[in-house]
Nanobody, 118 residues
Framework: QVQLVESGGGLVQPGGSLSLSCGVS???????????MGWYRQAPGKQRELVAT???????NYADSVKGRFAISRDNAQKTAYLQMNSLKPEDTAVYYC?????????WGQGTQVTVSS
């Protein structure tokens, strides 16, 4: 059973930084390396939206709203994906979800709250 567990959310002031982690269990290190890992977010009253993805080969994709501020990375040996968030804005406030995608299958974490407020 594949499980994703996010950590690192919290309350931060505008302009601050947070780092999120997503640990994956239930698959081998070799299998993890074939997954596209992604971060999505959902603000109150809004649909879930893509934040960033990182492909097995390391190709990264970002939403326009976070380009230049957020950085996604992965450590295949640790079966973990990361999201470094800098220059945070109040509009970044949301529940952030980790996603693991392979072929036609998606796995999701439970989400972690990020609140940007003074």
């Amino acid at each position: 059973q594949v499980q994703l567990v996010e950590s690192g959310g919290g309350l931060v002031q505008p302009g601050g930084s947070l780092s999120l982690s997503c640990g994956v269990s239930g698959i081998s290190v070799n299998s993890f390396s074939f997954y596209v890992m992604g971060w999505y977010r959902q603000a109150p009253g809004k649909q879930r939206e893509l934040v960033a993805t990182i492909a097995p080969g390391g190709t990264r994709n970002y939403a326009d709203s976070v380009k230049g501020r957020f950085a996604i990375s992965r450590d295949n040996a640790q079966k973990t994906a990361y999201l470094q968030m800098n220059s945070l804005k109040p509009e970044d406030t949301a529940v952030y979800y980790c996603n693991a995608h392979i072929i036609q299958t998606d796995y999701w974490g439970q989400g972690t709250q990020v609140t940007v407020s003074s």
